[in-house]
């Protein structure tokens, strides 16, 4: 079945650092890609939606320049934490319809636990 | 009030067990999702539904879009069920207004 990889899985950096992380659809193309956040004991709340070839649409209170996200091609999207702080540390993850259709099966990553010390 | 809730919270069983999950919802949709989240945090969809009832091997999710609630039945529960089950719901809405909203999740613990 269609299968989203994502990486790392977990990483610690350091407050002022940026993290990388990406998802790339294995078998599919993902025109869209939606990022997700996650803390503890809570929903999966929406950051912002990726479309490949155009730039992102955020949610409401989610920086843009702080959570820079780039969906250069069909299989890969990524989102970059900038200058990151421990308010930061949370679950991510990411989710692409297949087919790119909105009322398509969703097909989640694995998630990156990040923590910013 | 969440748009999407689910009862009961936290769940117990025991193996074999017959098991059920809900969730009520409280605005119009074009389908809704059932998801399990294991302990490491990845996710996979179960179901995604509008009406009726689907069936997955010992997985059963049924809607009632008339009461906005739908129900998870696990036949035969095994340890191996333990995880978050999360409702997420798509509003009527199309495009780029049409967007999940998630439950909460209930924590299911079964027992061998």
């Known amino acids: 079945g269609a299968v989203v990889s994502q990486h790392p899985s977990r990483v610690i950096c350091k407050s002022g650092t940026s993290v990388k992380i990406e998802c790339r659809s294995l078998?599919?193309?993902?025109?869209?890609m939606f990022w997700y956040r996650q803390f503890p004991k809570q929903s999966l709340m929406l950051m912002a939606t990726?479309?490949?070839?155009?730039?992102?649409?955020?949610e409401q209170g989610v920086e843009k320049d702080k959570f820079l996200i780039n969906h250069a091609s069909l299989t890969l999207s990524t989102l970059t934490v900038t200058s990151a702080h421990p308010e930061d540390s949370s679950f991510y993850i990411c989710?692409?319809?297949?087919?790119?259709?909105?009322?398509?099966?969703?097909?989640f990553g694995n998630g990156t636990r990040l923590t910013v010390t | 009030k969440n748009e999407v809730e689910q009862s009961p919270q936290n769940l117990t069983a025991q193996e074999g067990e017959f098991i059920t999950i809900n969730c009520s919802y409280s605005?119009?949709?074009?389908?809704l999702h059932w998801l399990q989240q294991h302990p490491g945090g990845g996710i996979v969809s179960l179901f995604m539904?509008?009406?009726g009832k689907k069936k997955h091997g010992r997985l059963i999710a049924t809607i009632n879009i008339q009461e906005k609630h739908s129900s998870l039945h696990i036949t035969a529960s095994h340890p191996r069920d333990s995880a978050v089950y999360i409702c997420?719901?798509?509003?009527?809405?199309?495009?780029?207004?049409?967007?999940?909203?998630f439950g909460k999740g209930i924590t299911l613990s079964v027992r061998p």
């Open positions: 989710s692409a319809p297949q087919g790119g259709v909105y009322n398509s099966p969703l097909h």
């Open positions: 078998d599919f193309q993902a025109t869209t």
């Open positions: 990726s479309n490949e070839g155009s730039k992102a649409t955020y």
């Open positions: 605005v119009g949709i074009s389908a």
């Open positions: 539904l509008s009406s």
């Open positions: 997420a719901v798509r509003s009527h809405y199309t495009g780029a207004n049409s967007k999940l909203t």
